[in-house]
């Protein structure tokens, strides 16, 4: 089992930064990737960005330039770096950790950008 905490949502202004963080516990060395979702009211959950434990990051093409992940091991955290935030941004951020028997999810940390 690998649980997932998510933090660091909140209300920003358009052009402002967040970083979410996501500490993962439990069987950890069986993570094979972890990534960043994210669902906008009444759309379905979409790829925002994902790393492997070899570090290897990919990212949707609407986030790139302007998001970041990353991991510290040490911490077994991964972040999402935001900048140039933008009010389409907002939505509900979820943490994926994805193991060779499943995928285990967050329960979501909420990002409102404002106009």
């Known amino acids: 089992q690998v649980q997932l905490v998510e933090s660091g949502g909140g209300l920003v202004q358009a052009g402002g930064s967040l970083r979410l963080s996501c500490a993962a516990s439990?069987?950890?060395?069986?993570?094979?990737?972890m990534a960043w979702y994210r669902q906008a009211p009444g759309k379905q959950r979409d790829l925002v960005a994902s790393?492997?434990?070899?570090?290897?990051?990919n990212y949707a093409d609407s986030m790139k330039g302007r998001f970041t992940i990353s991991r510290d091991n040490a911490k077994n955290t991964v972040y999402l770096q935001m900048n140039s935030l933008k009010p389409e941004d907002t939505a509900v951020y979820y943490c994926?950790?994805?193991?060779?028997?499943?995928?285990?999810w967050g329960k979501g940390t909420l990002v409102t950008v404002s106009s």
């Open positions: 790393i492997t434990s070899g570090g290897s990051t």
């Open positions: 439990g069987s950890i060395l069986s993570i094979n990737a």
């Open positions: 994926n950790a994805a193991t060779i028997w499943r995928n285990y």
